[in-house]
């Protein structure tokens, strides 16, 4: 490895070639499953006003709290690099005066998100998530739609046995007689919390359910939970989102526990996990939020969208992304035949072959040109001499039988 000065920002990773075919490769599926349920594409700034988060995501949660990358810039303006993408989403879509026209609204993104964790697998500072926002549709059909989605590009990607947990929580406004159950439930609980916890159920309380403290998570155990304050309206749509679930055959999981790490829910919240990843690791969440586009002052438009952790996605998909074009590489005997060499691969490209053409440039000689060429895994070889020159052909070789052939460069296919 080389040695360089300046090595890249903890949390942060180079994707190489290697990898990123696999990145392409689950982001084109990601377009056109979603491009054919009718979503659109929409990119917005990596920065955004610090504000934003706190009113969308909220100041208690961990998120906020203590993972944000937020700094002032040269104007005096606190702006923090996205740590998710739907108060973004949100934000343009009031700021751009999509929430006054037709409706519903369906958008897709792909891009980096920034949260300063404790790197470890699967997680990182910047990471990638690729995910869909469904506006304008209150009924249990979007959710389900969205979810049946989520599981067409999640099987087109080979995964075959992912279950989504699921549950319902009350919304911000109708969460004070949980939190007080909560609170209730904890009375005596206090010493078995850390700091943080303390915090959370001061602030809070449905927050402590995202505790990553095992012993704070015990204490919990036999805790009310969520769905048990539910207004009817509420827990009637639960009801039926779970009835189209079985219904469109997406297996799923009630997870009374399950209330997600941002503010913004109300009724359906969900996760997938996979085991691959460490055990609190989902590869992607997300759940409705009828109240988000008025809090942050758009009309009233209901709203259901997920975000998928791109990184860890990549990691487990079983999707094989394995090279199978045909690679060619062109090779001169000697330098006086390098001009040539360079016409025939140009022209091999524009054949239109599909082919991975390659021009050897190593100057090194013919014969360990030929051996690295079948090292490094090319099928054939297309050999220039100076006889090749003269009568205006190439000598085609398959690297593996050894046989070759020589043939006029119009004939090169
Ligand atoms: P989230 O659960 O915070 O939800 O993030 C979604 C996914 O992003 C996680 O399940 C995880 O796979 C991935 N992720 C989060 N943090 C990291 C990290 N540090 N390193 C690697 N991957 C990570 C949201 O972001 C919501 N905006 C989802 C949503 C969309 N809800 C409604 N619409």
Do not use: C
């Amino acid at each position: 490895m080389g040695q360089v000065s300046v090595a890249r920002p903890k949390g942060t990773r180079d994707l190489l070639p290697d990898q990123t075919s696999r990145w392409r490769a689950a982001e084109e599926i990601a377009h056109r499953v979603f491009s054919s349920y009718g979503y659109g594409e929409i990119r917005t700034p990596a920065l955004e006003a610090t504000e934003l988060f706190a009113r969308s995501v909220g100041e208690s949660t961990d998120i906020v709290h203590k993972e944000m990358f937020t700094f002032t810039d040269r104007g005096g303006r606190s702006l923090t690099l996205r740590p998710e993408n739907t108060a973004g989403v949100v934000r343009a879509v009031i700021e751009n005066g999509l929430a006054h026209g037709p409706m519903p609204l369906r958008l897709y993104y792909v891009g980096p998100q920034y949260r300063y964790e404790r790197p470890q697998k699967g997680r990182y500072r910047e990471f990638r998530q690729i995910g869909a926002e469904f506006f304008g549709a209150s009924g249990p059909e979007a959710d389900a739609e969205l979810l049946a989605m989520l599981f067409d590009f999640l099987r087109a990607l080979g995964f075959r046995n992912l279950s989504v947990s699921i549950n319902a929580v009350p919304s911000a406004m109708q969460r004070e007689g949980f939190s007080a159950a909560i609170r209730e439930f904890s009375r005596g609980l206090h010493d078995r919390f850390g700091e943080d916890d303390r915090r959370r159920l001061e602030e809070n309380p449905l927050r402590l359910f995202d505790s990553k403290d095992p012993e704070t998570l015990r204490a919990l155990e036999g805790a009310p939970g969520a769905i048990e304050f539910l207004d009817t309206a509420s827990r009637a749509h639960h009801d039926e989102v779970l009835r189209l679930l079985a219904q469109l055959k997406i297996p799923f999981v009630e997870n009374p526990r399950l209330v997600r790490g941002l503010d913004y829910y109300t009724r359906t919240v969900f996760e997938v996990t996979s085991s691959d990843l460490g055990a609190q690791d989902a590869i992607l969440g997300g759940g409705r939020y009828d109240e988000l586009v008025a809090e942050l002052g758009g009309p009233h438009l209901p709203a259901v969208g997920f975000a998928i952790g791109e990184d860890r996605l990549v990691d487990v998909m079983p999707l094989a992304t394995a090279g199978t074009a045909r690679r060619i590489r062109v090779i001169p005997f000697g330098a006086e035949q390098a001009a040539y060499a360079l016409k025939v691969a140009v022209a091999m490209r524009q054949a239109g072959t599909g082919a991975i053409v390659d021009l050897d440039v190593s100057g090194r000689g013919f014969k360990k040109a030929l051996g690295t060429a079948a090292e490094l895994g090319f099928q054939e070889a297309i050999i220039v001499g100076s006889a090749e020159v003269d009568a205006g052909t190439a000598t085609v070789r398959n690297l593996l039988t050894r046989e070759q052939r020589t043939v006029p460069l119009s004939e090169l296919k």
